[in-house]
């Protein structure tokens, strides 16, 4: 935890991870971050432990509630009632910040859409996480991370390696916490914005758009080389095999990364005990490697494997 965000309060009507786990980050940079729940129901995923869909069952506790809420304090409000917006709108006039992943219906029906908040507080830093984004016919459209972020953004077949045919399946909340920074990114670029020029903005961000903004290095080259598909590698390897996993004898994995390959091939034949490697014709240049790529990787692999990682 850090000071950075000391005396910036926030509002937080959110639920799930996406958005939370932005709270979370700020909360991590010393943000006074209040979290806003139903006092009966609470955030749904307070009951995905007792529900026995996650390892380790109740007795793990929700260890996904605790992720992205770390850090925070809550209160129970029912924001349908007139009891409990009375209470919002006094925690909104001494916020800097308001955080919500309600949709766009629902923020309108219990009135804490950006007019509503900013009735209350004209400068306050508006944040809305979305699935699909702010615009269009599926603004009003939920969604999770598998499904906007990696499914639906192309993150699951991108990291596809070539001896696969199907996607791959994701990890938990993993678009959830990057989207999560990235909000906590536009929330400091607002909040220095409004200090330095008097504007508070408005921030949108999407699970969707953050999947395809972690893919544009792949979309770039895609255009630049003039193909409908990203270049897949066998193993997880590019062309280059002085960058990936070779496994080594105590079964573990040591991940090469030796980018400038010209320059390190020398060396690393050299610790290797392989000095015969190094004027080989098939592996004297970048070039040759990459033609000869599988001979290569055969060679490493059978230095690795008689090692020990250690």
Known sequence: MTETMRGIRVVEVASWTFVPAAGAVLADWGADVIKIEHPVTGDPQRGLAALGVMPGGASAGDFM????????????LDLASEAGREILRRLVASADVFLTNMLPSVRTKLRIDVDDIRADNPAIVYVRGHGQG???????KAAFDGTAYW????????????????PLGARPAIGDVMGGLTIAGGIAAALFERERRGVARVVDVSLLNTGMWQLQADVAMTGALGIDDVIRFGGGRGGNPLVGNYPT????????????ADRFWPDLCTHLGRTDLIDDPRFANAAVRAEHAAECVEELGAIFTSRTLD
């Open 65 to 76: 509630m605790q992720v992205p809420n770390r850090g925070k304090r809550s209160v129970g």
């Open 249 to 260: 004898k105590d079964g573990r994995f040591l991940f090469l990364n030796l980018m400038q």
């Open 134 to 140: 702010a615009h269009g016919p599926e603004a009003d």
């Open 151 to 166: 499914a639906r953004a192309g993150m699951a077949d991108t990291l596809r390696p070539a001896e696969l045919t199907d």
